[in-house]
């Protein structure tokens, strides 16, 4: 069974793809792109590292710019985020029957409610998986245990999550701090390998 | 670092037991019991035929008549399912630093909200982990592939819910039909061993 993890090169995603891997899914890790930036190089070296395929999802960028354009108009992500998060499941399904990403049990954003996901997997006649089991301290402790992780302040060249294409989005249209007031600087995990024994 | 797995022998606790096996926890398979009928041999049945090791946890039968009480008076199980599977959290945590129950996302009771979630792992300083990230589709699937399953009407021999002992005690309070209104007969997967390749 071909299974398709949509992945950022984090923690989250990467121990997504260990469980399915574990309980012997094919697995394929897809980062999504919308052709504004190469943003997906980040995890394509992580997924190397781990011994993964690795594929990029070609996206169109007027997805991204709708999110972009709900982003601005609220004022905070969420909406603009959980939106083009669904958009790229939707286009997963067009390719795979199972589809997983590395949302946990405390993320907020971007995340399906249960009515979504089951319209999701019903409309789609596909499985739709998450790591809604483990918590933030389970997720600390495997990633800690399985993975090399560096620690470091998001950039384009260690980040592959939507924000990084759709800061520069922002930064086109707007030209000023916006971009950085939405999406405050922050330190990121990423997986650079396995963590040796 | 030992796990502790809720189980009833059951499709949803035994591939919890399983993906925690796989990411490297001493996994061990624990049910219930509150002393009045052995409802756990079934359970440990399973727990045998694939390997892990089992434990009974010894419950104080006022637990359950406490459980049985609320769903007399409420006059469904929900409450009474819920209150009895937090109480036998809270005693797994007295003896386990990490507790698992095979929780899907589509269940409805015994169900941990995500508050009661975050209070439990904080006050008892230990990580709950579930199955929340995987849907009803995936489980029969992953349990076709993974065990052996025989399907049939639930008994006091195949079953180790926590449904047999309250449906004990109601029939020997009651002596009437409640139990079975209140439970009516269904048929239940359990699994008897790993599937043959």
């Known amino acids: 069974m071909n299974a398709c ?10 121990i997504m793809a260990v469980i399915l891997q574990k309980l012997e899914y094919k697995v394929e890790l897809v980062t999504v792109n919308f052709g504004i930036l190469p943003s997906w190089k980040a995890a394509a070296q992580s997924a190397k590292n781990l011994g993964f395929t690795h594929k990029i999802l070609e996206a169109d960028e007027n997805i991204l710019q709708e999110g972009v354009d709900m982003i601005l108009g609220d004022g905070f992500p969420n909406n603009g985020l959980n939106y083009i998060h669904q958009q790229m499941l939707q286009i997963a399904a067009e390719n795979y029957s199972i589809i997983a990403d590395g949302t946990r049990r405390d993320d907020r954003i971007p995340k399906l409610n249960q009515d979504t996901i089951r319209s999701f997997e019903d409309s789609k006649n596909i499985e739709y998986i998450n790591l809604a089991g483990f918590g933030h301290k389970t997720i600390n402790k495997l990633s800690k245990k399985l993975f090399n992780v560096k620690k470091e302040l998001t950039n384009i060249n260690n980040n592959s999550d939507y924000e990084i294409e759709i800061r520069y989005l922002i930064d086109q249209l707007r030209g000023d701090e916006t971009a950085s007031r939405i999406f405050p600087e922050h330190v990121q995990s990423r997986v650079i390998g396995w963590r040796e024994k």
Chains 1, 2 share one sequence.
């Open 5 to 14: 993890v949509l992945y950022s090169g984090g923690k989250d995603s990467s």
